[in-house]
C-alpha cells in the first residue's frame, strides 16, 4: 500500500466494461458509472464520452464517429480506450490534474497477453502511477459476498456486457474458470437478427437493447397473462432458499400487508408484448411492429444456450469435494445479464443446483474492485501486475 495516505487517496478501482465503465475513488465510493462510448471526430478528437457520447450512438452527423472502444470484454480500438479512460479518469479524481492514482482494473478471465498489456498500457497512458489487474469473476465473487479465501467451493456466473464469465473459487484462486465472448451484446444481436429475418424491420442496437430489459426472457413465466408457445419443462428443484425465502414471504405478508418488498427487475412480471419502431427493410420508411415475449425468448435462445454449455462446462471440470460446495451453496449470478428473467430458473432446471441472483448484481464486480482497493495490502495476492500471468486460472 501506498506509504503515505494523500497517495493512498488517488487509488482507484475500474470495472472497465464492454457496455459499462464503472469508476471507484478511495474513500468517495463508486463516483462515476458510464457508458463505455467514446465520440470522435475526424481528426481523431474526442467530442464526448460516456453517456453523452451514448445519446449519440446512430445519430451523428457524417464528421462524427460514435464507437465502443471495448468488444467483447477487450480493448478494439487502444487510442480510443485510452482517451476513454483518460476522461473518466480526470472525471473520477477532478482538481487532481497532476495525480498519477494507482490503479486495480477487471478483466476477463479469458484475456490472453496481449489484450492484457492493451490494458494495462492504456491505462497508464491515461495517467496512472501503477496498474494491477484482477479477474472479473474474482471481483464479482468478492462484490457479491462469497468466501473466496476459504477452503470453500464458491461458484459464480457473471453476464456482463461482451464476455461471461463463469468460475468455480476456492482459497483465494481460480479452480476452473470459462470465458465464452457471448452475453448482453450477444443477445441484442440476436434481437435485431430476429426482427430483420422475420418482420424485415431494420431496428438499432438501443431499441433492441429496449426490448430485451422489457420483455427479454430465458424460460417461460409461469405468471405469464397469455399461454407461452415456446414452454419449458416444468422445474424439477426448489432450492432450501427459494423455500426458505417463500416461507419467510409468506410470513410477513400475513404479519404486514403493507410491508410487502418490490420485486426485483428479474423477477417484475413480464409483459405480454412490447412495441418497436424501426425501418421497414423493403420499403425503407418507418414502421411500428408488436413483438411477443414468446418470439424474443426464441430470439435469445441461443446465446442463452451458450451460457448455459459455459456453465455446464466449468461444472464438469470441477474436483468433486468443490462440486459437493457447490450443490450446498449454490450458484452466484452477477452482473447485467444476471436480470434476465427466467435466466436463474432455466440454469437451476438445467445444473439441478440452487441458483440466486446476487444483491445489486450490476455492482458487483465494481464492489470486489473496491475492496481490492481499501485492503490492497490484505488482497494484493489476488491481483496481477504488468509482467504476471492470471493466477491459477484455467482456460476450457
Known sequence: MASSTSSGTYDIGIDLGTANTLVYARGKGVVLNEPSVVAVNASGDVVAVGLEAKRTIGRTPSGITAMRPLREGVIADFDAAEQMLRALMKKALPGRRFSRPRVVICVPSGITGVERR????????????????????????I????PVAEPVGCMVVDIGGGTTEVAVISMGGL??????????????????????KEHGLAIGERTAEDIKIAIGSAAWDPDAPTLDPFPLPTLPFTSDADADADADSDSDAASDTDAAPEP????????????????????????????????????????????????????????????GDIIEHGIALTGGGALLRGLDRRLRQEMGVPVVVADDPLDCVVNGTAKCVDEFATLHGLLTDALDQPRRAVRL
Do not use: N, W
Not at 462484490?143 to 462469497?146: I, T, W
Open 175 to 196: 479452480v476452473t474458470a470459462q470465458s465464452v465472448r457471448v452475453a448482453g451484446d450477444a443477445m441484442d444481436a440476436a434481437i435485431t437478427t430476429y426482427i430483420k
Open 264 to 323: 426485483r427487475p428479474h423477477q417484475a412480471p413480464l409483459p405480454a408484448s412490447y412495441t418497436i419502431r424501426g425501418r421497414d427493410h423493403l420499403s425503407g420508411l418507418p414502421r411500428l411492429l408488436e413483438v411477443t415475449t414468446g418470439e424474443i425468448r426464441a430470439a435469445l435462445a441461443e446465446p442463452v444456450e451458450a451460457i448455459v454449455r459455459a456453465v455446464h462446462r466449468t461444472l464438469d471440470e470441477c474436483p468433486p469435494e468443490l462440486s
Open 118 to 141: 492493451a490494458v494495462i498500457d492504456s491505462a497508464r497512458g491515461a495517467g496512472a502511477r501503477e496498474v494491477h489487474l484482477i479477474e472479473e469473476p474474482m471481483a464479482a465473487a
Open 143 to 146: 462484490g457479491a459476498g462469497l
